[in-house]
Nanobody, 130 residues
Framework: QVQLIESGGGLVQAWGSLRLSCAAS????????MGWFRQTPGKEREFVAG???????LHADSVRGRFTVSRDNAKNTVWLQMDSLQPEDTAVYYC????????????????????????WGQGTQVTVSS
């Protein structure tokens, strides 16, 4: 059974930084692309950033230049470094694992679609105060 456990959320002032972690178990982590999504009450889940099994990254326009996704296959962990945080970044952030192995290395566009992800973490709250 796949388990994804996020950590690192919290309360931060605007222009501050947080680093989210997602520890995976129950899968051969190195074979799967990983994504970060976020959601606020009353809104649809939104893609934030993702990284293919081979390290190709994709970032949403709203976070490009401020957020950076990375992974360490030896540690079964994916991170989301969030800098220059703004109040509009306030959300519950979710980590997700692709449904299929070995996708999106050459064409990462699919990382941005939540329908491609089959396993989700419980989420971690990020709150940015102004």
């Amino acid at each position: 059974q796949v388990q994804l456990i996020e950590s690192g959320g919290g309360l931060v002032q605007a222009w501050g930084s947080l680093r989210l972690s997602c520890a995976a178990s129950g899968i051969t982590f190195s074979r799967y692309s990983m994504g970060w999504f976020r959601q606020t009450p009353g809104k649809e889940r939104e893609f934030v950033a993702g990284i293919s099994w081979g390290g190709t990254t994709l970032h949403a326009d709203s976070v490009r230049g401020r957020f950076t996704v990375s992974r360490d296959n030896a540690k079964n962990t994916v991170w989301l470094q969030m800098d220059s945080l703004q109040p509009e970044d306030t959300a519950v952030y979710y980590c997700a694992a692709d449904k299929v192995q070995y996708r999106f290395q050459l064409n990462p566009a699919g990382i941005g679609a939540d329908r491609n992800f089959g396993s989700w973490g419980q989420g971690t709250q990020v709150t940015v105060s102004s």
